[in-house]
Every structure is written in C-alpha cells, then in structure tokens.
C-alpha cells in the first residue's frame, strides 16, 4: 500500500489524471529528445565524424598523456587558484560590507559592485595587455586569467558571505553579546559557523562557473583542456576537431559531476557535525542591495 500523499502551500500532489498527463509528456519529452539524438548522429556520420581512424588518435596513451592531461592540468591550476585566492577576496570584502565604519562599508561595496559588473572577458584582456606595461615583457597568461576570475568571481563570493551572515538569526549574537563576546568574537564563532552551512550551496555554485570560465584563457592563448582540444590537437590530427571536443565536454562534465558531488557531501557533513537555524542559501538568489 502506498504511503500518504503530501501537500504543501505550495504545491499540491497530483491526482490520477495529472499523473497520467504529466507521465505522457515525460514520454512525449524522452522521445523528442531520442529523436534530436538521432539526427545529430545522423549529420555526424553523413560528415564522416564516426570513423574509427578520426577517433583513433584518443585510444593511444600518447595523446593523453601529451596533449589532454597537460591540458587538464593547466585548467585545475588555473581553477585552483583562482577558487582559493577568489575565497579569500570574498571573505575580506564580504566582511568588509558588514563593518561598522562607514568608509571601509562604502568603499567595499564600491570594488565588489564595479568588478562585479565588468564582463570577465573584458577584464581578462584589460589585465593581459596592462601586464607587460607595468611589469616588462613576458608569459602573462595564467596571471591575467587567475586575476580576472579573482576579481569578479571574488566580488560575486563577496556578496554571498554577506547575505550569508546576514541570513543568521539576530537573537544568535544578540545572545552572544549577552554574555560577554566582542563583535569579532561574534563574527568568528557564532555567525561565521552558522552562515558557513547556508552559503555552501551558493559558493559552490560560484566556484562551478568559475572552473567553466576558465576556458576563457584560450582567447589569451593560455595552455589548458580548450586550448590543447580546439587548437593542437586539431593541428597535430586532421579532422579530429569534433571528436575533441566530445572528450573535452565530457571531461568537463565530469569535473563539474565531482566538484557539485564533493560540495553535497561537505554540507552534510557540516549539517550533521553543528545545528544551525539558517536555511540554505540558493545559487540563483539575487544577492544584490
């Protein structure tokens, strides 16, 4: 016997003929969906895309171990330390916002608001070009893109702590001044534990898109997965330029699939290790003023 259905005030369970309903247009959804497959399969092979001798090259160990691995490698530096050193900017800035004085609150906000609205793009280029003028000569890629994804990845992170300290009860530090703590006291053990757990959802949202927007460094010609699936290995293979790009995509999948996976177990770790009355963050709130 089936167990009691549930309603909530927003949302009520279907009855007998919505079920069927929604049932036929999964149905209906599945095969539109089967049916594009088909004519993608279809296009590829009338251009040749399923032969064996253009796939040939990703089944030798010498084409990993040369060219996608390097390439792999690059990416997670490049995401790596863009995801530490845009942490820290948020933490800094988020906090920042919340001071009591005045002129760090505004000029806070003033930097998190204008690299937040710059396009990442535009500031990669703007970093890549100004490198050399200040510096001298040399490899500016991996600084301009790690800089770019800092700042604005950092100045969206900024905000998420923000709201997520601000999403704590009043009554946890009122309590806490209570008995005696001062405002760093409060900020470090009651509100920093308790809005850890809300904002993971959203950080690591943040940090998903950070490692997808580092495939922006192959317009500066920086040495990761893109470059080495869309400009090397298409150079060093003829016509295997379709073929890469599946590897890639799905190798980017699977790294999203793992950061996403080791996100969903941190925050139940977190849950069950401390109680907290904050609800959770989500990734696609508008954390603005």
Do not use: C
Not at 157 to 165: D, N, P, S, T, W
Request: glycine residues 8%; charged residues 15%; hydrophobic residues 55%.
């Amino acid at each position: 016997m089936s167990g009691p259905v549930t309603t909530s005030v927003l949302f009520d369970a279907p009855g007998p003929r919505a079920r069927l309903r929604n049932n036929a247009l999964t149905l209906l959804a599945l095969i539109g969906i089967a049916a594009i497959a088909y004519l993608v399969y279809l296009k590829f092979d009338e251009k040749h895309q399923w032969e064996g001798r253009i796939w040939e090259p990703f089944t030798e160990s010498s084409t990993w171990t040369g060219y996608i691995i390097p390439g792999l490698l690059g990416t997670l530096k490049a995401a790596g330390l863009s995801a530490v050193f845009a942490l820290v900017f948020g933490s800094v800035f988020g906090l920042a916002r919340l001071s009591d004085h005045r002129w760090i609150r505004v000029s806070a906000g003033a930097v998190v608001e204008v690299f937040r609205s710059i396009p990442l793009l535009l500031l990669i280029f703007f970093l890549f070009f100004l490198a050399p003028s200040v510096f001298g000569g040399g490899d500016y890629t991996l600084i301009a893109l790690v800089a770019g994804l800092t700042l604005y990845n950092g100045s969206v992170l900024a905000e998420v702590v923000r709201a997520g300290v601000l999403a704590v009860p009043k009554g946890q530090s009122e309590a806490a001044y209570a008995i005696g703590f001062r405002k760093n006291q409060v900020m470090r053990l009651v509100l920093l534990p308790q809005a850890v757990t809300a904002m993971m959802p959203a950080i690591v949202s943040q940090l998903v898109v950070l490692l997808k927007d580092t495939a922006l460094g192959y317009i500066i010609a920086y040495v990761d997965l893109l470059n080495y699936g869309f400009r090397v290995l298409p150079a060093r293979f003829f016509g295997s330029l379709i073929p890469a790009a599946i590897v890639i995509g799905v190798i980017y999948v699977g790294l999203n699939m793992t950061l996403s996976a080791l996100a969903t177990w941190l925050e139940r770790r977190s849950r069950r290790s401390r109680r907290t009355s904050v609800k959770p963050i989500p990734a696609t709130a508008d954390i603005g003023e």
